[in-house]
């Protein structure tokens, strides 16, 4: 335990922070008591990162910080500090844990040293085997398996999930005073990430360390905080305890904020609150709950050759996927992205595929897409099999399929203007048929007028994602596939997109293939759902009835693992030691 | 109080550069300025004709009329060293720009080939590598005749291999981004990925390694020319200068030292300017959110 007098843990009080163009936090006040838990909010450019950083004198060389900022163990002001104080202070004192474990442990170090180097340098441990006992019986309580053996291996052969709880187990091996954690599971997927979340808070709680959580996901922060700060441009515009705040927010933005992340309301209309718009009612009129006549199936151990959402031959499939597999051989090993998929897709039909990372959902998109070949399998686009397609037919196959990606820095060219970027799918058309097309899809997604002569990098993400779907647009498809297009964005943005995407789908009659890893954007824009584990899918059927009554075992796993912002809320009314 | 839409509608103007990078390429950039103008003024105006000999005025030191002094032919330092700058320049470009249309097409053609074609491609880079520039001139000089030109074409050779290594992982790169896979789920075959996204992309990293490989053609030429390969005298290059002055090291070591900090200078610009240029290119490279 912690030795801790009953001064705060941290106080900052004036905290600004500039860099030499702009000030990028404008006097932040906060304090964190001992042992408290504290999240702060925040979507990209909030400066909540820059604030926690300031706390552990990480700031970069080129930026500027006044105020004053104290934290118990280091003495003065920690802005002050020197870095010999601070690299005394960090890994003993306070801890930070970072957003990408595959960043933050040295790759050429076994994971065993590393936790081991920790204790050692801060003098926790004597000797070098004293130190490993010791690192080994923090791998286990970071619920390793195995840690003994684990203790041995490189941050390559871990997972993600394994590696973060690593570099948690460097973060507490010294009982810090503070822990600080910058969006630590937003790599993570969501099963990984309730595990993860849950082993801070409780070890958190069980060493009395103060935990500082930074997150832009409202359900994350509430399920791990008692008290919260909201910050918007630099400045903390609320500040309170999690329940009070979030039920019965005072400023707008973070009214704006709990409404845009709410994917649970929408209006009359069916469309999701942003961040610009007021709603009133809360009708629930999701996708989610129109009527789908697709049948709910599970994964059948015995029927090998099941066929997912079959749609009778005479109906309108737009794709029928046979027993497709894909393995991919490096030497001497076998991956298996895909082992014998087989679904349909009713023209029309917006499909949702749910998976985690490994589940095969990237495999089955590149298959469809035409732009990898399956191992076996067949995979037949409007009564075409691709595999049999000539190069002609493939190209006019292709035409009437577009993708919209999940990055949308790294899908645009960036040395390509806008007009360049989402006129790349026409071919065959005139100089002007082609800048009319440009103009009607631009204005289609809500861009301005004179953005095809501009450059993506000064667009803002969501408006990149715009002209991402602009370009998916211009072919005028009929199967539109969505890569996880929302997860890259901001909260707030990302009720935009998805009002976008629900309302393009609609007013093009086109089919929807919609993948991700999030549930609830999935049941916003899908009607029928297909769950992914492992290369096989595993449930399929009606959003809705998917959701609320799964049947295979990793489905429900899904489903209870996705924070929701209610469930974290109704338990902070329950006591203590039953979270 | 304001709500956007889009809280941040347009990406913050960049950060502005440090000043120390800056410096940098403002720095390169002036010494290679003073170069090239000296190169090109030489072209219409020189203080004295630098090619006839006036056996009288031989190894005066500075002196009125002659602000560097003369050689041991009597000619005008000054003169000599502007019209040296312009064959070091012209040979510099030459190479770089032999080097550039060898190399870049095999780099790029390569990463894109992938499989045997990959292999095939960059283990002859490997093998003109693994040639020395210096026996290249030799041989080519030999066959086709020494002089400037011959330098030139063996140095621009010579320096494609880098050139294609360069350009194979900066393709290697382009093809791994997603709006390459974009490109291909849009039906675009390979030469427009590699016309409209590979070679604008990787067109940063090309003029870095030209600049550096510049600054080594104008010291591989001084070499050779001072090894007797190079230019032939008595045309003047900045390498010729320091095999004439060679002689007379110790009474008129200036003849010497002129050459020979023009030499330096200009590389140390060249090499300046490179880096700032990649520094400055480097960010914008990126994107970004």
């Known amino acids: 335990m912690s030795a801790l007098t009953d001064t705060a843990t941290v106080s900052v009080r004036g905290l600004r922070v500039s860099s030499p163009t702009a000030e990028l936090v404008h006097g932040v006040d906060l304090d964190i008591a001992p042992g408290e838990r504290f999240g702060l909010i925040g979507e990209s450019g909030s400066g909540k990162s820059l604030t926690a950083y300031a706390l552990l004198g990480l700031l970069d060389e080129d930026l500027t910080a006044t105020g004053e900022v104290a934290v118990t163990g280091v003495p003065g002001n920690v802005l002050d500090a020197s870095e010999s104080t601070m690299s005394r202070v960090r890994g003993r004192v306070a801890s930070i844990v970072f957003q990408e474990p595959m960043t933050a442990l040295n790759p050429l170090m076994k994971v065993g040293a590393q936790v081991a180097e920790t204790l050692l340098w801060h003098g926790r441990a004597d000797s070098r085997a004293m130190a490993h006992t010791a690192a080994v019986e923090l791998l286990d309580q970071v619920r390793l398996p195995d840690p003994a053996h684990l203790a041995g291996q490189y941050p390559h052969q871990l997972s993600g999930g394994q590696r973060q709880r690593v570099v948690i187990a460097m973060a507490l091996a010294n009982d810090p005073a503070l822990l600080v954690c910058d969006e630590p599971t937003t790599a993570l997927d969501v099963t990984v990430q309730a595990r993860v979340l849950q082993l801070i808070s409780s070890l958190a709680r069980a060493r009395g360390s103060a935990l500082l959580f930074i997150s832009h996901d409202l359900a994350v922060v509430a399920s791990v905080a008692d008290r919260v700060a909201v910050m918007q441009h630099g400045r903390i515009v609320e500040q309170g305890p999690v329940q009070e705040v979030f039920t019965a927010p005072r400023h707008p933005y973070t009214r704006a904020l709990i409404a845009a992340s709410d994917l649970e309301a929408v209006d009359e209309h069916g469309r999701l609150g942003t961040v610009d718009s007021t709603h009133t009612g809360r009708t629930t009129r999701k996708r989610a709950d129109q009527a789908s006549a697709a049948p709910h199936d599970v994964l059948a151990d015995d029927a090998p050759e099941q066929v997912f959402n079959a749609v009778p031959d005479g109906g309108h499939a737009l794709l029928r996927i046979r027993d497709l597999r894909r393995e991919y051989r490096g030497g001497r090993r076998v991956v298996h992205g895909l082992r014998g998929v087989s679904f349909d897709v009713r023209e029309g039909q917006k499909l949702g595929i749910v998976g985690e990372s490994g589940s095969g959902k990237s495999t089955l998109l590149r298959m469809v897409a035409a732009l990898d070949r399956p191992t076996s399998g067949t995979v037949q686009l409007s009564g075409t099999d691709l595999a049999a397609a000539g190069r002609a037919e493939l190209r006019r196959l292709r035409g009437d399929v577009s993708i919209v990606f999940q990055d949308p820095a790294a899908s645009l060219d960036p040395r390509m203007p806008v007009s360049a970027i989402v006129a790349e799918p026409l071919r065959g058309l005139s100089r002007a048929e082609t800048a009319d097309r440009v103009r009607e899809v631009i204005a289609a997604v809500g861009l301005p007028a004179d953005a095809p002569r501009r450059y993506p990098h000064q667009f803002s993400g969501g408006q990149r994602q715009r002209i991402s779907i602009a370009r998916a647009l211009v072919t005028r498809p009929q199967l539109l596939i969505a890569d996880e297009p929302v997860s890259a964005l901001d909260v707030s943005v990302r009720a935009q997109v998805l009002n976008l995407v629900a309302d393009l789908a609609d007013e093009y009659a086109l089919t929807l293939l919609f993948i991700s890893h999030d549930l609830g954007v999935v049941a916003h824009v899908c009607d029928t759902v297909l769950v992914l584990a492992d290369g096989r899918i595993v449930e399929a059927g009606p959003t809705r009835q998917v959701l609320e009554h799964p049947r295979h075992q990793f489905t429900t796993e899904l489903v209870a693992a996705t924070p929701r912002l209610s469930d974290a809320l109704a338990a902070h009314a329950t006591p203590e030691e039953d979270r | ?289």
């Open chain 2, 1 to 289: 109080m304001t709500l956007t839409a889009d809280p941040a509608d347009t990406v913050a103007a960049p950060a502005a550069r440090p000043r120390r990078r800056d410096r940098t390429f403002l720095t390169g950039a002036v010494l290679v300025g003073i170069v090239v103008a000296a190169a090109l003024v030489s072209l219409v105006w020189t203080p004295y004709d630098p090619l006839p000999v006036h056996a009288q005025e031989r190894l005066t030191g500075p002196a009125a009329g002659h602000l560097l002094g003369t050689d041991s032919y009597g000619r005008d330092v000054l003169s000599l060293l502007m019209y040296g700058a312009r064959i070091s320049l012209l040979v510099g470009f030459t190479a770089v720009l032999i080097a550039t249309v060898l190399g870049v097409p095999t780099g790029v053609g390569a990463a894109m080939a992938g499989g045997r074609v990959e292999q095939v491609l960059m283990r002859a880079t490997d093998v003109a590598l693994a040639f020395p520039a210096l026996l290249l001139t030799i041989v080519l000089g030999a066959t086709f005749g020494a002089g400037t030109a011959t330098a030139a074409i063996a140095l621009g050779i010579g320096a494609a291999p880098s050139f294609a290594r360069v350009a194979r992982s900066g393709t290697l790169q382009v093809m791994s981004r997603e709006y390459v896979t974009a490109a291909r789920a849009a039906n675009r075959g390979p030469l427009w990925i590699a016309a409209r996204h590979v070679l604008p992309n990787i067109a940063g990293l090309v003029i870095v390694q030209s600049s550096v490989a510049f600054a080594i053609a104008v010291l591989s030429e001084a070499a050779l020319s001072y090894l007797g390969y190079g230019t032939r005298p008595p045309t003047p290059s900045w390498g010729v200068m320091l095999q004439d002055g060679q002689g007379f090291l110790y009474e008129h070591p200036m003849l010497v030292v002129w050459p020979g900090l023009a030499i330096a200078l200009t590389v140390l610009g060249l090499n300046l300017l490179g880096d700032g240029l990649r520094d400055w290119l480097d960010p914008r490279m990126e994107g970004g959110r």
